[in-house]
């Protein structure tokens, strides 16, 4: 093995004898099936046969042969190979052994240190008078109607409803910006403020025209650092009217009759939401302890897969606001290599937990794969039995059963931790 990676090299050599009982038996298939000008198939010689396709017999050979005994000589010297092997080196000579060196990766074999009643600390599960003021103001909000406004004009908090097109003034062959319905929130924080400044005191059936210099750091890329000139066609005004927290209310957006029902509910939503993500926390800084406590070599294999995860990820990101990957101007290779230092301690922490796992033999059941497939299919707005068909067709779902495991053993290590309440920063008081 190389010093500090988990690269292996295996020579294989395979007996001569062996070498030429694989060539006979794949030189007789093919002179059952082989058409040759003069003979009927199965009568033309074995030595015409071995001259006419001698390249493709010798590639069957070390296809059949290399990969079976590549197979024994890990068993034999019970190495736990990751991802497929690299052959090179072959020598393949006429009453010679077959030989070739394989080149691949192994799992590293490393000692597990403590992992019981490690300290950790996790932050507060109590739920505050703001955080439940907030969440039922958010409520509010999502229940709120928009109202047409008749008796006066547009105005800053109103939002106008408009069909616009936008021409470039510096590119007359761009393709307009048009939309149709769409909604400005007036002097709101998303609002280009040439909108909200041309907009202010419109009414219905009114028309504006005005150009916009959107910045070079703009949000929208396609728009950064352009000018275009706007023809904005008003449709309505509207004002947001937000309900009153009452029973009413209460009564409106859930299956409680009073306000204070609904807030113990929203109340008790917040206390699980809030203890989910203060374990999380604190089960992520426990893996982390231990990722920091073992020094070890990971394979390549696994980091470079899970850096193509992260940035199939990230290309999933970009396509779901519609933004083309090939626009944006990354750097892929300066983002792998970015992605890797974060990518190695994830697959150290990974094999460090299945360690664990097979430690203390956790196992998962059918019934506990079958939950998580479910809730994958829900997430995906498919039928749990055709996300089930396709995990087991592509092989995925020993992938599933190795994610169920390992966290699992997470959970051992958090429940066996000593949980300590994270330490609140006070900020320095000024001296008087």
Same mark, same amino acid.
């Given at each position: 093995?190389?010093?500090?990676?988990?690269?292996?090299?295996?020579?294989?050599?395979?007996?001569? /004898?062996?070498?030429?009982?694989?060539?006979?038996?794949?030189?007789?298939?093919?002179?059952?099936?082989?058409?040759?000008?003069?003979?009927?198939?199965?009568?033309?010689?074995?030595?015409?046969?071995?001259?006419?396709?001698?390249?493709?017999?010798?590639?069957?050979?070390?296809?059949?042969?290399?990969?079976?005994?590549?197979?024994?000589?890990?068993?034999?010297?019970?190495?736990?190979?990751?991802?497929?092997?690299?052959?090179?080196?072959?020598?393949?000579?006429?009453?010679?052994?077959?030989?070739?060196? *394989?080149?691949?990766?192994?799992?590293?074999?490393?000692?597990?240190?403590?992992?019981?009643?490690?300290?950790? @600390?996790?932050?507060?599960?109590?739920?505050?008078?703001?955080?439940?003021?907030?969440?039922?103001?958010?409520?509010?909000?999502?229940?709120?109607?928009?109202?047409?406004?008749?008796? =006066?004009?547009?105005? /800053?908090?109103?939002?106008?409803?408009?069909?616009?097109?936008?021409?470039?003034?510096?590119?007359?062959?761009?393709?307009?910006?048009?939309?149709?319905?769409?909604?400005?929130?007036?002097?709101?924080?998303?609002?280009?403020? @040439?909108?909200?400044?041309?907009?202010?005191?419109?009414?219905?059936?009114?028309?504006?025209?005005? /150009?916009?210099?959107?910045? @070079?750091?703009?949000?929208?890329?396609?728009? *950064?650092?352009?000018?275009?000139?706007?023809?904005?066609?008003?449709?309505?005004?509207?004002?947001?009217?937000?309900?009153?927290?009452?029973?009413?209310?209460?009564?409106?957006?859930? @299956?409680?009759?009073?306000?204070?029902?609904?807030?113990?509910?929203?109340?008790?939503?917040?206390?699980?939401?809030?203890?989910?993500?203060?374990?999380?926390?604190?089960?992520?800084?426990?893996?982390?302890?231990?990722?920091?406590?073992?020094?070890?070599?990971?394979?390549?294999?696994?980091?470079?897969?899970?850096?193509?995860?992260?940035?199939?990820?990230?290309?999933?990101?970009?396509?779901?606001?519609?933004?083309?990957?090939?626009?944006?101007?990354?750097?892929?290779?300066?983002?792998?290599?970015?992605?890797?230092?974060?990518?190695?301690?994830?697959?150290?922490?990974?094999?460090?937990?299945?360690?664990?796992?097979?430690?203390?033999?956790?196992?998962?059941?059918?019934?506990?794969?079958?939950?998580?497939? =479910?809730?994958?299919?829900?997430?995906?707005?498919?039928?749990?039995? *055709?996300?089930?068909? =396709?995990?087991?067709?592509?092989?995925?779902?020993?992938?599933?059963? =190795?994610?169920?495991?390992?966290?699992?053993?997470?959970?051992?290590?958090?429940?066996?931790?000593?949980?300590?309440?994270?330490?609140?920063?006070?900020?320095?008081?000024?001296?008087?």
């Amino acid at each position: 093995m190389e010093s500090g990676t988990c690269k292996k090299e295996l020579v294989i050599e395979i007996p001569p /004898d062996i070498v030429r009982q694989e060539s006979e038996a794949v030189t007789a298939q093919y002179r059952r099936l082989a058409r040759i000008p003069g003979f009927r198939p199965g009568r033309a010689p074995a030595s015409l046969i071995r001259r006419h396709f001698q390249d493709d017999i010798r590639n069957e050979v070390v296809q059949t042969l290399l990969p079976k005994y590549f197979e024994n000589a890990v068993k034999e010297q019970k190495m736990s190979v990751i991802g497929r092997p690299h052959f090179a080196d072959l020598k393949f000579e006429e009453d010679s052994p077959l030989t070739c060196t *394989a080149k691949f990766e192994v799992l590293p074999e490393f000692e597990l240190k403590n992992y019981k009643e490690l300290e950790v @600390e996790q932050g507060t599960l109590e739920v505050t008078e703001d955080e439940l003021k907030k969440s039922l103001e958010d409520l509010r909000e999502r229940a709120a109607t928009f109202e047409p406004v008749e008796d =006066r004009p547009a105005e /800053d908090g109103d939002y106008v409803q408009v069909n616009y097109r936008g021409v470039g003034k510096s590119d007359a062959e761009a393709k307009p910006l048009e939309a149709n319905d769409a909604m400005v929130h007036l002097a709101s924080d998303g609002a280009v403020p @040439e909108f909200t400044e041309n907009l202010r005191g419109a009414k219905p059936g009114g028309v504006r025209e005005f /150009d916009v210099n959107y910045p @070079e750091d703009y949000a929208s890329k396609a728009l *950064a650092g352009k000018s275009l000139s706007y023809r904005v066609e008003i449709q309505s005004v509207k004002k947001k009217v937000v309900p009153e927290l009452d029973n009413e209310f209460a009564k409106s957006v859930s @299956e409680f009759k009073t306000v204070d029902e609904l807030k113990a509910r929203v109340s008790e939503n917040l206390a699980a939401h809030k203890k989910y993500e203060a374990e999380s926390g604190a089960k992520q800084d426990l893996l982390k302890q231990l990722v920091a406590a073992h020094s070890f070599p990971v394979p390549d294999t696994l980091v470079e897969a899970q850096i193509d995860g992260k940035l199939e990820r990230l290309l999933g990101q970009l396509i779901s606001q519609g933004i083309d990957p090939r626009n944006v101007g990354l750097d892929w290779q300066k983002l792998r290599e970015d992605a890797r230092p974060e990518a190695e301690k994830d697959v150290r922490g990974s094999l460090i937990l299945e360690k664990v796992a097979d430690a203390e033999s956790i196992e998962v059941t059918e019934d506990e794969i079958d939950g998580l497939i =479910r809730d994958l299919a829900q997430e995906r707005r498919e039928s749990p039995a *055709a996300l089930k068909t =396709r995990l087991t067709r592509d092989g995925e779902l020993p992938t599933i059963e =190795r994610r169920l495991r390992n966290q699992k053993a997470l959970d051992l290590i958090y429940h066996n931790a000593k949980i300590k309440p994270k330490s609140e920063v006070v900020p320095d008081q000024a001296e008087g």
